[in-house]
């Protein structure tokens, strides 16, 4: 183990060595993390019951508001305190395998960094836990689109077909906005494997550590005019969306839209995002 993966007890979110992955338990013993319950009147701590919290969202209701309109809200995902953490770890840059000023590569103004691995227990928990019910929706929009439904129930069988390809290096990310700062629209493609879904968790409080900034989609029709989603988000809130098609139910059956995904300049502040993609990156 290098210095740079030493555990920073407190946050939760780098003792990698110290806590479970995918799959582990979701009550976990972290050093000054605490490892019970919430007492009376206190709020329960950062990062419990996290894939429990995802295993029992309304999926069926998201799978129905992607189906509709190609991206799915989930307010307060994630607590007040846990969004902090998150955001306060984009400083250690010891968490994190590359850093991207955007600026430098024409992709907008702004910076995000990827998680290295193994990644944070609470990062690994999210992508684990998300990824099933996410599968069951990507299968069939794969059948729908009249692409062989190709995606494994578990991530971890997925994330093996992507190593196995050369994809080994992971793409979770934390990315930063200050005044001024965009993402021009785009796709995460990172490979031959792709994982058609991904997702997003504001980490900010629009209106109060923010202002402008808005998450934006665009949906490209053959043969007729783009579409805009601008998505209102609080901070805790996850966003879900394609990324980079989905299929559209239409008068002569089903057809395929390509899809971008980017952030309006900030006005004012500074905005943090976490962002899930389940293929890793060649
Ligand atoms: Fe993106």
């Given at each position: 183990?290098?210095?740079?993966?030493?555990?920073?007890?407190?946050?939760?979110?780098?003792?990698?060595?110290?806590?479970?992955?995918?799959?582990?338990?979701?009550?976990?013993?972290?050093?000054?993390?605490?490892?019970?319950?919430?007492?009376?009147?206190?709020?329960?701590?950062?990062?419990?019951?996290?894939?429990?919290?995802?295993a029992?969202?309304?999926?069926?209701?998201?799978?129905?508001?992607?189906?509709?309109?190609?991206?799915?809200?989930?307010?307060?995902?994630?607590?007040?305190?846990?969004?902090?953490?998150?955001a306060?770890?984009?400083?250690?840059?010891?968490?994190?395998?590359?850093?991207?000023?955007?600026?430098?590569?024409?992709?907008?103004?702004?910076?995000?960094?990827?998680?290295?691995?193994?990644?944070?227990?609470?990062?690994?928990?999210?992508?684990?836990?998300?990824?099933?019910?996410?599968?069951?929706?990507?299968?069939?929009?794969?059948e729908?689109?009249?692409?062989?439904?190709?995606?494994?129930?578990?991530?971890?069988?997925?994330?093996?077909?992507?190593?196995?390809?050369?994809?080994?290096?992971?793409?979770?990310?934390?990315?930063?906005?200050?005044?001024?700062?965009?993402?021009?629209?785009?796709?995460?493609?990172?490979?031959?494997?792709?994982?058609?879904?991904?997702?997003?968790?504001?980490?900010?409080?629009?209106?109060?550590?923010?202002?402008?900034?808005?998450?934006?989609?665009?949906?490209?029709?053959?043969?007729?005019?783009?579409?805009?989603?601008?998505?209102?988000?609080?901070?805790?809130?996850?966003?879900?969306?394609?990324?980079?098609?989905?299929?559209?139910?239409?008068?002569?059956?089903?057809y395929?839209?390509?899809?971008?995904?980017?952030?309006?300049?900030?006005?004012?502040g500074?905005?943090?995002?976490?962002?899930?993609?389940?293929?890793?990156?060649?």
């Amino acid at each position: 183990m290098s210095a740079g993966h030493l555990p920073h007890p407190g946050d939760g979110l780098s003792a990698p060595q110290a806590v479970a992955g995918i799959g582990g338990a979701d009550r976990e013993s972290v050093p000054g993390f605490g490892s019970g319950g919430p007492r009376d009147g206190e709020p329960a701590p950062a990062w419990s019951g996290l894939s429990g919290r995802c295993a029992a969202l309304d999926w069926a209701a998201i799978a129905a508001e992607l189906d509709d309109f190609g991206c799915a809200t989930v307010p307060g995902l994630l607590s007040a305190e846990e969004c902090q953490r998150l955001a306060a770890a984009y400083a250690k840059s010891e968490l994190f395998r590359s850093r991207v000023v955007m600026e430098r590569h024409g992709f907008g103004k702004g910076e995000y960094q990827y998680f290295a691995h193994p990644l944070p227990s609470p990062i690994a928990r999210l992508r684990g836990a998300l990824y099933p019910p996410l599968a069951a929706i990507a299968n069939r929009w794969y059948e729908a689109m009249g692409l062989e439904p190709r995606f494994p129930p578990g991530h971890a069988e997925f994330i093996a077909r992507c190593h196995a390809a050369g994809q080994s290096r992971p793409t979770p990310l934390l990315l930063r906005y200050r005044a001024g700062d965009y993402n021009c629209l785009h796709q995460d493609l990172y490979g031959e494997h792709v994982f058609p879904l991904q997702a997003a968790v504001l980490l900010s409080a629009p209106g109060e550590d923010y202002t402008g900034g808005e998450f934006v989609l665009t949906e490209q029709r053959p043969r007729m005019q783009s579409r805009a989603e601008v998505v209102p988000l609080g901070r805790g809130d996850m966003v879900v969306f394609p990324v980079f098609h989905r299929p559209v139910n239409g008068a002569r059956g089903v057809y395929r839209v390509n899809m971008r995904h980017g952030v309006s300049r900030l006005r004012s502040g500074s905005r943090h995002t976490l962002g899930i993609i389940f293929h890793d990156a060649s």
